[in-house]
């Protein structure tokens, strides 16, 4: 599965048929919340004045089935859709529908514990003045035309590409590739659309399969790679938004003193407001495609030349806390580097990453001996081993450690460079790390509702689909 993504210019009806179709899935995700969720509050509602249980109402499902069944019945009839609904195709509220659908499943595997990250809350109505503009195309007619820079999709029509789409026509004329969606978004000014295809590619070999890299990512240098052979090399940081910065203050200045919209009062923008802040977006656009830019030709680059790669798992959301680091962090786009690795790793050339575990110590350990200090201060640059009196940079002494963690991941699962893919090394809790347990107080908590028997929100089990998932899941 690929994406292919193309800029597109289209005409001002047809940016008007785009708004259109994204404010129908909008509103077809707000209908779909409402709907679900109004037999929570009824049934609060009823509880409380001593309704008894089996004649409470009914809860309502949120499969995407059940939620397109009662859609199409209530779109005739519901004010808010049945003058307008039929101006937009019918996959416009199909993406609204299946994204509730999906929130409340997000939301009901949070509770249960089945899905990893921070608490889910229940899905909320989306506003139209902050919500993305995006909408899916499953059917219909969606091609890329034969001169290349136009391309079709449902009630929208045809419309002028930016860039030649030349590289996807190719592929689906030769028959190695098959378009199964189209997406377009609004993002950053500009309007895009995405086509998910199915291609037949064959792996590229890389330059050095038996060669691995560990990739210490810092501020600084926003990366030190260090390969089994002991060569390093560095990335500097371009920090893009510094760079700017400048030029944003400017910007930002004179939007200040424009007449801006004011919610409460229900004042509108003045168009040398709308005329300044375009001018400033257009700054922070800019940054975003010079990073962008900038970090696809880097793990392009190391996923093309390495047979292992090791990175860090490293606590991205925890480490913006961080006042005087967060913008130089956010900036570097640690997550975005993790993420375009594994994908390059797994599908284009079928090599190995090694996620380090987010507490090993690879800046406290000594690259030479093995031995590891208590304490390593962010400001102390240089490593000074106390053991073997090594001296060497903090970055190239954990970027040398990563890389040689490559070597005790395959031996530990038995596997050579080109082995199994997203293996973790089973490293132990090394000695000197500063993670802390939590607190016993949830665990005694919930020993004291089972010895009770009463049974805890994320501990009900549901036994049909459709009327049980409401049921375990009350906003109370």
Known sequence: MQAYRFAMDPNAAQERALRSHCGAARAAYNWAVGWVTAPWWQRKAEETYGVPEESLTEWRPWSLPSLRKAFNTAKHTDPRFAHWWEDNSKEAYSTGLANASAAFDNYAKSRSGKRKGARMGAPRFKSKRKARLACRFTTGVIRVEADGRHVTLPRLGTIRVHEPAVKLLACIQAGSARVLSATVRHERGRWFVSFQAEVKRDIERVKRPDTAVGIDLGVKTLAVMADSTGEIRTVANPGHYDRARRQLRRASRVVSRRQGPDRRTGQKPSKRWEKANAQRNKVHHRVANLREDALHKLTTAVTAEYGTIVVEDLNVAGMLR???????????????????????????????????????????????????????PLHV??????????????????????????????????????????TAPAVSKPRGADQRTRATRPRR?????????????????????????????PLW
Do not use: M
């Open 322 to 376: 961080n006042r005087r680091l967060a913008r130089r962090i956010a900036d570097a786009g640690f997550g975005e580097i993790r993420r375009q690795l594994d994908y390059k790793t797994r599908q284009r050339h079928a090599t190995r990453i090694v996620v380090a575990d987010r507490w090993y110590p690879s800046s406290k350990t000594c690259s030479g001996c093995g031995a590891v200090k208590a304490k390593l």
């Open 381 to 422: 640059r240089t490593y000074t081993c106390d053991a073997c009196n090594l001296v060497i940079d903090r970055d190239d002494n954990a970027a040398l450690n990563l890389a040689a963690l490559a070597a005790a991941a395959a031996a530990v699962t038995g596997t050579g460079v080109a082995g199994d893919q997203d």
């Open 445 to 473: 908590k919930a020993e004291a509702g089972r010895a009770g028997g009463a049974t805890l929100p994320h501990q009900r089990q549901t036994e049909t689909r459709d009327r049980t998932q409401a049921e375990a899941l």
